[in-house]
């Protein structure tokens, strides 16, 4: 009689060990399936959407406008609580001031998910294939304003441009034009950023992320001593640019 109870007791120990064993594992993935995320990318300034419009005044007293504010996304990565990387190979956006700049990630396992990595930029190897080789519908398509380089068999990462007051009292008028264009594949730029995103099956969340454009002028004397660069024929400048874009996202 003593035998069967302790195997009775066993039996209930290992039932109790299974069911915590259980609840355990499902904290981190209590769903089954994939779902998808839609990402979105917005231009701001100073926390309101970015415009063609308005005249902004930098950190060095000069007003400038922004005409032109266009960049590639790419190699999207998110990152679950183990750490690792899912990625979604193939996929880029051109995002653009006042469009609805849109990625959507597929075939999400569910769980959750810690960071988003994503590169401002394209990679080397389509970095350097034919622009005219791809469907008119396709961001790598030839587009206007051009952000390709012919003479360079390369992409423009990174296309920011207007007008600024280049004048010596900073009277405001923004007659003068300046124009940064980044690229080739040493100025890919890496960005990560904290989330907090639930996936379950057939969930389809939204993932609001803000370039703040205000911070791409960090460090740069805009209408002063920064006026161009091509990355060529300015890598300084180029530089101060990589280095602001790895900072300038975040999600809302």
Request: aromatic residues 10%.
């Amino acid at each position: 009689m003593k035998a069967l109870n302790f195997k009775h007791f066993a039996f209930i120990l290992l039932a109790i060990f299974a069911a915590v064993s259980t609840t355990g594992c499902s904290k981190d993935h209590d769903h089954d399936g994939t779902g998808h995320v839609h990402v979105y990318f917005t231009n701001k300034y100073d926390g309101a959407a970015q415009t063609s419009t308005a005249t902004y005044t930098g950190t060095n007293g000069r007003d400038f406008k922004i005409a032109t504010n266009n960049y590639y996304i790419s190699n999207v990565r998110l990152v679950d609580h183990d750490g690792a990387e899912v990625p979604f190979t193939g996929q880029y956006l051109l995002a653009k001031t006042g469009e609805n700049n849109e990625l959507e990630l597929e075939g999400i396992a569910a769980g959750h998910y810690h960071h988003i990595r994503f590169d401002v930029g394209i990679d080397s190897v389509t970095n350097h294939s034919d622009p005219s080789t791809y469907a008119s519908a396709s961001p790598l398509a030839p587009t206007t304003p051009s952000m390709h380089w012919s003479w360079n068999s390369g992409y423009i990462f990174y296309r920011i441009e207007g007008l600024v007051d280049t004048s010596a009292a900073k009277n405001g008028t923004v007659d003068g034009e300046w124009e940064m264009h980044l690229g080739t594949d040493s100025k890919l730029a890496s960005v990560e950023l904290d989330i907090d995103l639930e996936i379950s099956e057939g969930s389809h969340p939204g993932l609001n992320i803000t370039m703040n454009t205000e911070d791409l002028f960090t460090n740069i004397d805009l209408g002063g001593a920064d006026i161009v660069t091509h990355t060529m024929d300015n890598m300084p400048l180029a530089n101060k640019l990589k280095a602001n874009i790895a900072t300038a996202f975040t999600v809302e």
